[in-house]
Nanobody, 125 residues
Framework: QVQIVESGGGLVQPGGSLRLSCKTSGFPFDDYAIGWFRQAPGKEREGVSCASSSELSKYYADSVKGRFTISRDDDESMVYLQMNNLKPEDTAVYYC??????????????????WGKGTLVTVSS
């Protein structure tokens, strides 16, 4: 049974940091690309970052480049998203997802096979 569980969300002030974690099980983690998406109220889900299998490639949305860092621990089947210098516009539910055949379109949600239920990040003073 596939399980993807996000954690680490919460309330943080602008300029602060959070580290999201994504714990996975039930599929061959090493063979999957893992991505982070987010969805703000009233907006469409958007790709935030992705790490390919074996971390050969990492991708970031322009809006988070230089502030967010994705990493994966294949031994633990975990993925992390370190988020620094958070801004109010980063407020959203953050989802972790796994893709078997990602191709070059890392931010296409339809390419992902498995999804977590999300964790809420709120950036506010």
């Amino acid at each position: 049974q596939v399980q993807i569980v996000e954690s680490g969300g919460g309330l943080v002030q602008p300029g602060g940091s959070l580290r999201l974690s994504c714990k996975t099980s039930g599929f061959p983690f090493d063979d999957y690309a893992i991505g982070w998406f987010r969805q703000a109220p009233g907006k469409e889900r958007e790709g935030v970052s992705c790490a390919s299998s074996s971390e050969l490639s990492k991708y970031y949305a322009d809006s988070v480049k230089g502030r967010f860092t994705i990493s994966r621990d294949d031994d633990e089947s975990m993925v992390y998203l370190q988020m620094n210098n958070l801004k109010p516009e980063d407020t959203a539910v953050y989802y972790c997802a796994a893709s078997w055949a990602l191709g070059s379109t890392w931010d296409n949600a339809a390419k992902y096979n498995y999804w977590g239920k999300g964790t809420l990040v709120t950036v506010s003073s």
